[in-house]
């Protein structure tokens, strides 16, 4: 989790998303990425591991009483992390793992009362990993989504069916640059002042490259 200050303004909390299933295939081949076997992939069992390593580190170091608001990309394996680690077991050394990952980090309520801070999450569809091609950055209905994740908020993002996604094109490095441009824009506009963005790698990669080389001020006039 590397934490970014932007200025006196806001504190950004960059989360990559714990181990999925894809990645666990894309360490042998990349080709088989593009099967429906992949589609929206979750996360594998490390990966359920290393959400719950990271909801004990939130809760002992304080950052869960810190942070106002959390920014997720609308995939499977984001919102399971954050879901997971922000809004999880309040007491995670006791937390069961294997029942979690079958609820996609869904609280029912017959689950403990919360005794830490559970912010806002919400849903952006430009927050996604670089699209095209790989079925795994294809993302599933949103009212699939709903109904698994009832505690993030979905109402930001327009289209119920992906759209954006094209099996036989990948979206240009300039498209993602184009999108985290947006995205920091649309930070700015937030009240909050100490903010978690669970995303992935490249996106997370090009977006804050321009803050961190101070390309943003420069592009956006």
């Known amino acids: ?59 002992a170091n304080g950052l869960l009483k810190r942070i106002e608001l959390v920014i997720t990309s609308p995939m499977s394996r984001t919102l399971q992390t954050a879901v997971g680690i922000f809004h999880g077991e309040d007491q995670p050394e006791l937390s069961d793992v294997t029942s979690y990952e079958e609820g996609n980090g869904r609280i029912s309520d017959n689950d403990q009362q919360p005794t830490f801070n559970r912010p806002p999450i919400i849903a952006l569809e430009v927050c996604r990993e670089r699209l095209g091609k790989y079925e795994c950055d294809k993302r599933g209905t949103i009212s699939h989504y709903r109904s698994h994740f009832p505690a993030v908020d979905f109402s930001l993002i327009e289209n119920e069916d992906d759209i954006l996604w094209e099996a036989n094109k990948r979206e240009p490095f300039g498209d993602v640059l184009a999108r985290g441009m947006k995205f920091i824009n649309w930070l700015w506009t937030r009240k909050e002042t100490e903010i978690a963005v669970v995303s992935h790698g490249v996106f997370l990669q090009e977006a804050f490259e321009l803050i961190n080389t101070n390309k943003y001020r420069a592009l956006k006039l």
């Open 1 to 59: 989790m590397e934490k970014i200050p932007s200025g006196a303004c806001k504190t950004l909390h960059l989360v990559r998303h714990a181990q999925g299933m894809h990645n666990l295939e894309s360490e042998k081949s990349r080709d088989p990425l593009t099967s429906f076997e992949f589609f929206d992939a979750q996360l594998s069992s490390q990966g359920w591991q290393q959400v719950r390593q990271k909801r004990k580190d939130v809760c």
